[in-house]
């Protein structure tokens, strides 16, 4: 009876994580996949979560001197590394609800865009846009001045039943045995840059999830 319990909850884990992960390759990797994602917020891999996100910009003309390079996987390993290089945390273990990235989706449940009509003033996608990357502290004060602005950004809201998904998916991510997954596999195989690597890293990022 007790194996017949574990499987059970073990097959409807595996059933929120493939709805979740299919959300996210549908909803929010169109934006937040490559290199200079807003806020590098990097969702096509798990350790895209962990790492979180960054006020830094990757690319800026007006810099002088050479930044500091963030390749996921490449640059840092493990959520230590990434706080030493700026990054702040989108993901909140001891109250999931505060995590950033859950306040975001909740912000666009909240206020949803109009159903018809042109986006209200103020959306920007501009490539080289202000970009607005709240850390936790922050995020009330940004909810106040941009109301609109919840993910996925200038889009419609996700159904209700997609956010719930979406968001029980996210606090059971807050459980550290999910967080000591091996690299992808392609990383062991290939050199980043070439056509062939960038093709598997993306398959292979999306399976790592």
């Not at 929010?28 to 830094?56: I, N």
């Not at 062991?188 to 690597?197: K, L, T, V």
Request: aromatic share 8%.
């Amino acid at each position: 009876m007790v194996l017949g319990l574990l499987s059970s909850a073990a097959a409807g884990a595996e059933s929120l994580a493939s709805q979740a992960h299919q959300l996210i390759e549908q909803r929010c990797v169109v934006c937040h996949a490559c290199y200079d994602a807003p806020c590098q917020l990097k969702m096509e891999a798990h350790e895209g979560l962990v790492r979180g996100g960054s006020q830094t910009l990757v690319y800026d003309s007006t810099r002088l001197l050479a930044g500091d390079l963030t390749r996921l996987f490449d640059d840092a390993q493990g959520e230590r590394a990434w706080r030493k290089k700026g990054f702040y945390p989108v993901l909140n273990a001891s109250e999931p609800a505060a995590g950033v990235l859950r306040r975001m989706l909740d912000l666009k449940q909240a206020n949803p865009l109009p159903p018809n009509g042109p986006l209200p003033e103020g959306f920007d996608f501009r490539l080289h846009r202000d970009q607005q990357c709240a850390k936790p502290g922050d995020f009330d004060q940004f909810a106040s001045e941009f109301p609109l602005w919840g993910m996925p950004y200038g889009l419609p809201a996700l159904q209700p039943d997609e956010h719930a998904a979406l968001v029980s998916w996210l606090d059971a991510e807050r459980r550290p045995l999910n967080r000591d997954r091996s690299l992808p596999r392609y990383r062991q195989s290939s050199r980043p840059g070439s056509s062939s690597s960038r093709s598997e890293e993306h398959t292979s990022e999306l399976q790592s999830l």
